[in-house]
């Protein structure tokens, strides 16, 4: 169980690093928030291969790997044009 968490948060780490890559332009979200963004973003793609059938939520593979940087850099968007709303 402690792994399982371990491993979402760096997972969730990498695949918001890797959003935030690929979304051009300044964010500027802070690190904790890429960090959410990362982990519902592994979470969604996660979620959305397991019901494709590639495997479980648990398991890496690349199809969930490819969604969840897909779901993280809608996310960083949406968060994107909150941040800019507020402003």
Known sequence: MFFDILG???AGLI???LA?????G???LSLVMTLVLGIVGTILGGLVASFLGTG???ELNILGF???V???VLLIGVAEGAVAKKK
């Open 26 to 28: 300044k964010q500027g």
């Open 66 to 68: 490819i969604l969840a």
């Open 70 to 72: 897909v779901f993280a």
């Open 8 to 10: 979402f948060l760096v």
């Open 56 to 58: 479980d939520i648990m």
């Open 20 to 24: 935030r890559l690929i979304k051009p």
């Open 15 to 17: 695949i918001g690093a």
